[in-house]
T-cell receptor
Framework: RKEVEQDPGPFNVPEGATVAFNCTYS??????FFWYRQDCRKEPKLLMS???SGNEDGRFTAQLNRASQYISLLIRDSKLSDSATYLC???????????FGAGTRLFVKA | GAGVSQSPRYKVTKRGQDVALRCDPI?????LYWYRQALGQGPEFLTY????????KSGLPNDRFSAERPEGSISTLTIQRTEQRDSAMYRC???????????FGSGTRLTVV
């Protein structure tokens, strides 16, 4: 079992839709959580950190569920420009190694 | 600089040759990371530096791979006696402090023929 797992998708949604991705992690000592966005043939870019109480940045909402060991990303009012691969990343406790999931592909259609 | 700079962007090398990949992190960023990314996969951790100290090299696949950051700024990832299985995108990232989110460079696409 991989340490960080994501549904690879693809998720195909119309513009304006709400879409949610989950990411599960196996190491209960994990301390920090992030979502990155990666466009085709580009480097990953930090989208947002995920805080214990949940956090929102415009149309994007991130949640952490420590009991069930997953994080989620909700995108409201999807735009064509949201089409990308979304990577979750989990930093282990006791060190600074961050493990990435394989990513979830999102296609937003007009 | 404004971002994380990696060079070369593309490297084609013959099997058995040594290669050196360079990373210039954002000025002032203490933490520097090397990752490798295969097509359709997430970045795979290789090694981590805090200033000039290599604090975790558990992701380096074998002893042909090494990395250094002698002055706490620019880092070099060296692969000796390259093999075809080493072909991948090698990505460097930096962060202001350990534990922060990363800024990635554009990567070096290594092809071993």
């Amino acid at each position: 079992r991989k340490e960080v797992e994501q549904d690879p998708g693809p998720f195909n949604v119309p513009e304006g839709a709400t879409v949610a991705f989950n990411c599960t992690y196996s190491n209960s000592a994990s301390q920090s959580f992030f979502w990155y966005r990666q466009d085709c043939r580009k480097e990953p870019k930090l989208l947002m950190s995920v805080y214990s109480s949940g956090n929102e940045d415009g149309r994007f909402t991130a949640q952490l569920n420590r009991a069930s060991q997953y994080i989620s990303l909700l995108i409201r009012d999807s735009k064509l420009s949201d089409s990308a691969t979304y990577l979750c990343a989990v930093r282990r406790g006791g060190g600074f190694k961050t493990i990435f999931g394989a990513g979830t592909r999102l296609f937003v259609k007009a | 600089g404004a971002g994380v700079s990696q060079s070369p962007r593309y490297k084609v090398t013959k099997r058995g040759q040594d290669v050196a990949l360079r990373c210039d992190p954002i000025s002032g960023h203490v933490s520097l990371y090397w990752y490798r990314q295969a097509l359709g996969q997430g970045p795979e951790f290789l090694t981590y530096f805090n200033y000039e100290a290599q604090q975790d090299k558990s992701g380096l696949p074998n002893d042909r791979f090494s990395a250094e950051r002698p002055e706490g700024s620019i880092s070099t990832l060296t692969i000796q006696r390259t093999e075809q299985r080493d072909s991948a995108m090698y990505r460097c990232a930096s962060s202001l402090a350990a534990g922060d989110g990363y800024t990635f460079g554009s990567g070096t696409r290594l092809t071993v023929v």
